[in-house]
Nanobody
């Protein structure tokens, strides 16, 4: 049974940093697409980073230059380094996996999901 377990969320002040982790079980993080999504109250879930099997990464303009996605194949763990956090980054953050297809796509196309970790940024 595939499991994705996130950790690393918390409360920080604007300008601070956090690193999220997502440990995968029964699923290799070296496979096609891994991504981080976030969802704020009353808003749709949005992708904030992806990484594919070739280590290609992508980010929306809202986080580009501040967020960095990476993975450790030995630890079977996905990471999201978040720097210069802003109040608008406040949301529940989820890791997700998709075995095939495009990585930059809607949340509905991702098969496996973690339970989420809360990030709160105060200004």
């Amino acid at each position: 049974q595939v499991q994705l377990v996130e950790s690393g969320g918390g409360s920080v002040q604007a300008g601070g940093s956090l690193r999220l982790s997502c440990v995968a079980s029964a699923y290799s993080v070296s496979r096609n697409c891994l991504a981080w999504f976030r969802q704020a109250p009353g808003k749709e879930r949005e992708q904030v980073a992806f990484i594919d099997s070739a280590y290609t990464t992508g980010y929306p303009d809202s986080v580009k230059g501040r967020f960095s996605i990476s993975r450790d194949n030995v630890k079977n763990t996905l990471y999201l380094q978040m720097n210069n956090l802003k109040s608008e980054d406040t949301a529940m953050y989820y890791c997700a996996a998709r075995g095939s297809g495009d990585c930059y796509t809607s949340s509905s196309r991702f098969t496996y999901w973690g339970q989420g970790t809360q990030v709160t940024v105060s200004s």
